[in-house]
């Protein structure tokens, strides 16, 4: 067992890159006894002359510190690092900062579980030059339990949030908050590029995106409200009226650069509402 009062100001950080290395200095600014270890040594090498210690290997620098941050480059190098560890871990929290998927956030979980230590992995919503400023997020799921244990040294390095106690639960929200930004922005392209093929002023075409995207904004609050009642009530249109639209837009992007979006399987899922009887919601009853 580590000794949580001696050895809790000692911070491990694995993986020295872009990211590892800012939060290294920020732990070294922050007051940290800090251990590194990097496959390539020399990249240790001026965060050693900062102030940090070198490990030479991964399972001393985890031996000299009850909080690890894996800030490797994705899940393989952090399931590597893990079976190469035969030693107890018990005591200690191990935080994967990687961005991975949620089956890889719970597969690295259970490595870690499986060598006595306490899980958390975490979202990197940052540029290794926002590290430790607010302008940097990061997001932890796993274990409540080491998440409030090492919230102090957890926030110098940036405004931590926990999103819940599944660990994939971090990397779930940070690829769905992407996924928000990729799913409109390319609604935008697919949008322009259709427009241009009809000879339509693409810059007048956009003042009118722009203020349909504003209209998805601003109903944000009630498309939470309906998802959280199992209330949809249908708005603008109900999904029969939707359902058409849908079928003319299909025909619209059909042989386009972006491809149709997946409005084929929005539409089969309509249809079988439809045919359930309830043609007469809105289109959020599609994701309950």
């Given at each position: 067992m580590v000794d949580e009062k001696r050895s809790a100001p000692r911070v491990a950080v694995i993986g020295t890159g872009a990211i590892g290395g800012a939060v290294v200095r920020?732990?070294?600014?922050?007051?940290?006894?800090?251990t590194v270890w990097n496959r390539t040594e020399?990249?240790?090498?001026?965060l050693v002359a900062a102030g940090a210690?070198?490990?030479?290997?991964?399972r001393e620098a985890l031996s000299t510190a009850a909080l690890a941050l894996l800030t490797l480059k994705d899940y393989p190098a952090v399931q590597q690092c893990l079976a190469e560890q035969d030693t107890d871990l018990s005591g200690r929290t191990i935080v994967g900062m990687y961005t991975g998927t949620a089956s890889?956030?719970?597969l690295a979980a259970q490595q870690a579980t499986a060598l006595g230590a306490q899980y958390l992995d975490a979202g990197i919503q940052a540029a290794p030059e926002t590290i430790g400023t607010n302008a940097a997020t990061i997001l932890y799921s796993g274990s409540r339990h080491a998440f409030e244990r090492h919230r102090p040294t957890l926030a110098l390095l940036s405004s931590p949030r926990f999103v819940g106690e599944a660990p994939e639960a971090a990397a779930v929200w940070d690829l769905a908050l992407f996924g928000v930004w990729y799913d409109a922005q390319l609604g935008l392209l697919r949008a322009l590029?259709?427009?241009?093929?009809?000879g339509i002023d693409v810059v007048e075409f956009a003042r009118t995106a722009a203020a349909q995207l504003g209209h998805v904004v601003a109903t944000v609050p009630a498309t939470v409200a309906e998802l959280r009642q199992n209330t949809y009530p249908p708005g603008p249109a109900n999904?029969?009226?939707h359902l058409t639209v849908l079928r003319h837009l299909i025909d619209?992007?059909?042989?386009?650069?972006?491809?149709?979006g997946g409005l084929?399987?929005?539409a089969a899922r309509i249809e079988t509402l439809v045919e359930e009887g309830r043609g007469g919601d809105g289109l959020t009853a599609t994701a309950g």
């Open positions: 920020r732990l070294l600014d922050g007051g940290h006894e800090v020399s990249r240790t090498t001026e210690r070198r490990a030479r290997s991964v890889e956030a719970r590029e259709a427009a241009r093929a009809a999904l029969t009226e619209l992007r059909t042989g386009r650069h972006l491809g149709d084929p399987q929005v």
